[in-house]
């Protein structure tokens, strides 16, 4: 499917030591500049090792320009090399540059902040959820107040890290990983972090040849089939584990930094919560819709049902 007519406009958002975190602007050609037009914040998936800004799915960008909607395609810091707080930190840092910077810098097509529609695939829609909760009201006590998203739009979404599945070893679909393998890629991470290493992900392979070239995949393989997903998500060596053993209420605690990274578990889902679609496969082997169907009843139980 080809993609209509657009410009994509690409700025450096934030910076962490010396790597530049970069989004992609896509704007229809021509833009209405007199409509104020609704704006979509896609973050892509990847288990939250792998995938790049570019991983947008055409029918949803050709949707997008078809409206003449901007649709905005951020960066973030992956794991093993950072943690999920790191991620976090970029993706709201992504949602404010939308919400402040992207009126100024491209009044052209006419961006209604009070319409920003957040959405992800997979591990992207984690990324969406969190922001959601981190932005359910508007924050007033800036000089520009950031408005809450409108609406929240998830593709088969990992929305429930804290389930036991994430805890323990589990293998994808597919994946064929060698024990010493494993290992090396496992025993190379301690180094990758003590040296400050920054990993935006990875192209998504086009083909079985292209898979055979990929780095990250490997590296996700092993992380998932050792049971390691949960410590480097929270930085914290043996949290799965011990999530396993004591639950996650009992590990987390009072840890307010902890509990973003369990939204199911510890977020606020009140009628201020943007309104949600979520769309999710029964029959999904990589990202169980049951997790999807908890987010529902999260959303039911606090009045947004």
């Not at 995949?217 to 949290?239: C, I, M, Q, T, W």
């Amino acid at each position: 499917m080809a993609l209509k007519p657009h410009v994509k406009h690409t700025h450096v958002y934030t910076t962490h030591q010396t790597t530049d975190l970069h989004l992609d602007v896509y704007l229809s050609q021509p833009t209405d500049p007199k409509t104020p037009k609704p704006i979509i914040l896609w973050f892509h998936g990847g288990y939250l090792i792998t995938g790049t800004r570019t991983a947008i799915p055409t029918w949803l960008l050709n949707h997008a320009l078809t409206h003449q909607w901007p649709l905005i395609s951020p960066d973030y810091r992956v794991l093993p090399e950072s943690t999920g707080h790191d991620t976090i930190s970029d993706i709201l840092l992504a949602y404010k540059w939308v919400a402040k910077s992207l009126p100024q810098l491209h009044p052209e097509c006419r961006p209604d902040i009070n319409r920003i529609i957040v959405a992800g695939a997979s591990a992207g829609g984690w990324c969406a959820l969190v922001t959601a909760l981190q932005n359910a009201t508007p924050v007033e006590t800036i000089p520009i107040p950031i408005p809450a998203p409108c609406a929240l739009f998830l593709l088969y979404p990992m929305t429930d890290p804290g389930s036991e599945k994430w805890a323990q070893s589990f293998s994808l679909p597919g994946s064929v990983m060698d024990s010493d393998t494993a290992g090396m890629l496992i025993a190379d991470i301690p180094g990758r972090i003590s040296r400050g290493e920054v990993s935006l992900g990875e192209e998504f392979p086009k083909s079985e040849e292209e898979v055979k070239t990929r780095k990250r995949l490997p590296l996700l393989y092993a992380v998932l089939e050792r049971g390691l997903f949960l410590d480097y998500l929270s930085g914290v060596k043996g949290l799965g584990g011990r999530v396993l053993r004591e639950g996650l209420g009992q590990v987390v605690g009072d840890d307010d930094d902890g509990k973003m990274l369990f939204p199911l578990d510890f977020g606020v889902f009140g009628k201020g919560f943007p309104r949600t679609v979520v769309v999710h496969g029964t029959g999904d082997e990589e990202v169980s819709c049951e997790e999807s169907e908890k987010l529902v009843r999260r959303l039911e139980e606090g009045g947004r049902g």
